[in-house]
């Protein structure tokens, strides 16, 4: 039997409610796998806990989550903590801590999901998004000359290195050849001289190792136009840290709602633990109303098991939702239903108990 250990940080607001649904869909693989099994231990970690000591995570938090298969989030965010504290202290210290370089963002309409545009059929909505996860805009280098002075200046300096563009701007075509897709690139290499220039010499240079891959360069404005107006043009996306977490969250717009968005922030090489998370943040206004919609939990479930190899259930996880929005009985509200958070993962394991 393979077990796994799964490191649960609830977070703040909603992040709890949506967890316990993923965890009683985890817990029913268990029961109809033989093969698998599953060690939760939680943290109490994020931003409620930090207005109680100070902290987002425990000193020693990384040296505690080294040890585990995977972490399974539910989302930080509490009024009266500053978004960059939350951001940095907790999400971006695992993601750069365990070298979590690559985002997995899947927008993709399910059957029975809602969509605002008009005249767009199913189908055309099913991108990947690979972000890069560990530099970029989001290095954190910089600096704060003058505070508070007239002549105040603030610098905030994107990094890009060789090998952190190069390594996810290859896994990318990886994916691409794999699954027999089309690979676009975003950047925005008009304004940024140095950084976007490089980013698309890079997906070049990678490139002619992957002649069989057919490919797309946009500027970002550009791509977020066409991701409303033809999104059908996009399949598997790779782009900088930035522009992929701006543009999955159009993504997540156009393809369910932020309640259907899920997230892997992958260290592929398994040398780390990887960290799975839904996307929508903590909500803290909707907190304890039992309203919150969990798919978007239940889905990064269904990518932690594709990554721990065990593709067939990533898949059965994903069906089942779909089957569970095309019955439209068992929905929370922001979908136009009346059921409550804790009735959903009930209602996926009954879809997953016929599988």
């Known amino acids: 039997m393979k077990r796994f250990k799964i490191a649960v940080i609830p977070g703040d607001g909603i992040g709890t409610e949506v967890i316990n649904e993923g965890i009683k869909v985890l817990k029913k693989i268990e029961e109809l796998e033989s093969s698998i099994s599953f060690e939760f231990k939680t943290f109490p970690w994020g931003c409620e806990y930090y207005l109680k000591t100070g902290k987002m995570m425990d000193d020693n938090g990384m040296e505690i989550l ?41 927008v993709k309409l399910l059957k029975g999901a809602p969509c605002p545009l008009k005249d767009v059929k199913r189908e055309d909505i099913d991108m990947l998004f690979i972000r890069e996860n560990s530099e970029g805009e989001y290095a954190g280098a910089g600096d704060w000359l003058f505070k508070d002075k007239p002549n105040e200046v603030v610098l905030q300096t994107g990094v890009f290195s060789r090998k952190g563009t190069e390594r996810v701007i290859r896994y990318a075509y990886e994916i691409a050849r794999k699954e027999g897709k089309t690979l676009t690139s975003i950047s925005k290499a008009n304004a940024l001289n140095y950084s976007m220039v490089f980013w698309d010499e890079v997906f070049k240079e990678v490139g002619k190792e992957y002649p069989d891959v057919k ?31 701006i543009l999955t969250d159009l993504g997540a717009a156009i393809a369910g709602g932020m309640g259907l968005a899920a997230g892997a922030n992958l260290n592929p090489e398994k040398k780390f633990p990887s960290m799975f998370e839904p996307i929508h943040g903590s909500a803290p206004d909707i907190a304890g109303k039992e309203i919150s919609n969990p798919l978007a939990s239940i889905w990064s479930v269904s990518q932690m098991m594709d990554f721990f190899g065990y593709e067939d259930w990533g898949k059965k996880i994903l069906d089942a939702i779909e089957e569970l929005l095309i019955d439209g009985k068992t929905l929370t509200p922001d979908l136009g239903g009346i059921a409550k958070t804790s009735e959903i993962g009930k209602a996926i394991n009954k879809i997953l108990e016929k599988k």
Do not use: C
């Open 66 to 106: 080294k040890n585990f298969d995977a972490i399974y989030l539910g989302a930080v965010g509490f009024p009266g903590v500053p978004d960059h504290i939350s951001l940095w202290d907790l999400l971006l210290k695992i993601r750069k801590g365990f070298d979590q370089y690559i985002n997995i963002r899947p």
């Open 215 to 245: 490919t797309y360069s946009y500027l970002v404005d550009a791509a977020a136009m066409f991701m409303v107006k033809d999104p059908k043009r996009f399949e598997v996306v790779v782009t900088s840290n930035l522009f992929g977490d």
